[in-house]
């Protein structure tokens, strides 16, 4: 998504640059050069500059420009992840970004808010988090991209022998902030299956990938 939203909107893109907040450590720059390699054949990327997107000035994808049109910042407790969106605003004022992805959304929240006794606070913090989240992409036309973690929920499998026993973290307050959930589930050998759990405009359904050194792909493809 980091590359593929740097394209020309009329390959799929979406002309912007990307925001990542990293709360895990697992963004690896060497696998957007891969990525954007996959579109080195005939794709333009469109070369940014503050405050205007320069459509005029168009090139092979580069994955050192790839790499160069996204801004990264690791957040590092639950209060910083917080801070990153002020300075994303600043940011974001160029009209030059097009997709902020945050992975994952609820890593520190979960490390800075333990047990029930903090569930409330914890819950607080992230409603006020999804708040201005909100308002910054409504604001900036920015769409918003968000992983989740997974926790056991051993009294799905109890009630129901044919349940997953995995439920997303964050429980209603990330639910309703989310426009489009979608669960990534591992499917048959390399196969992985995503499948819409809800979504205002989009039926219930799965797509079958894979993941390769490009990116995600069709499985006939591969």
Same mark, same amino acid.
């Given at each position: 998504?980091?590359?593929? @939203? ?5 390959? =799929?893109? @979406?002309? =912007?640059? &990307? ?25 333009? *990327?469109?070369?940014?500059?503050? !405050?205007?997107?320069? #459509? ?28 990153? %969106? ?13 997709? %902020? ?8 929240? !979960? ?9 409330? $606070? ?7 988090? *999804?708040?201005?989240?909100? +308002? ?8 918003? +991209?968000?992983?989740?973690?997974? /926790? ?11 349940? $997953?026993?995995?439920?997303? &973290? ?12 979608? %669960? #990534?589930?591992? =499917? ?16 219930? !359904?799965?797509?079958?990938? &894979?993941?390769? /050194? =490009? ?6 493809? &591969?």
């Amino acid at each position: 998504m980091a590359v593929v @939203a740097q394209l020309p909107k009329d390959s =799929g893109g @979406a002309e =912007g640059k &990307v925001a990542y907040i990293d709360t895990e450590g697992t963004f690896r720059p060497e696998r957007i050069g891969q990525i954007a390699e996959r579109f080195g054949g005939n794709t333009p *990327l469109i070369l940014f500059q503050p !405050r205007q997107v320069m #459509l005029t000035d168009c090139v092979k994808v580069d994955p050192d420009q790839a790499l160069d049109n996204i801004s990264y910042a690791r957040a590092l407790n639950s209060e910083h992840q917080m801070e990153l %969106l002020n300075t994303l605003a600043i940011s974001f004022s160029t009209n030059a970004y097009r997709l %902020l992805v945050i992975d994952s959304i609820m890593n520190c929240f !979960r490390v800075d808010y333990s047990g029930r006794a903090e569930l409330a $606070d914890r819950q607080q913090k992230l409603n006020q988090f *999804l708040s201005r989240l909100r +308002l910054l992409a409504e604001e900036f036309n920015v769409c918003v +991209l968000m992983t989740n973690q997974v /926790q056991s929920d051993p009294g799905a499998s109890a009630l129901f022998a044919s349940a $997953d026993g995995r439920k997303p &973290v964050g429980g209603h307050v990330l639910a309703h902030a989310s426009a489009t959930r979608v %669960l #990534l589930r591992k =499917g048959r050998g390399e196969e992985r299956v995503a499948k819409i759990q809800d979504s205002p405009d989009c039926a219930e !359904r799965e797509a079958v990938y &894979v993941i390769t /050194q =490009g990116g995600i792909a069709a499985p006939e493809k &591969v």
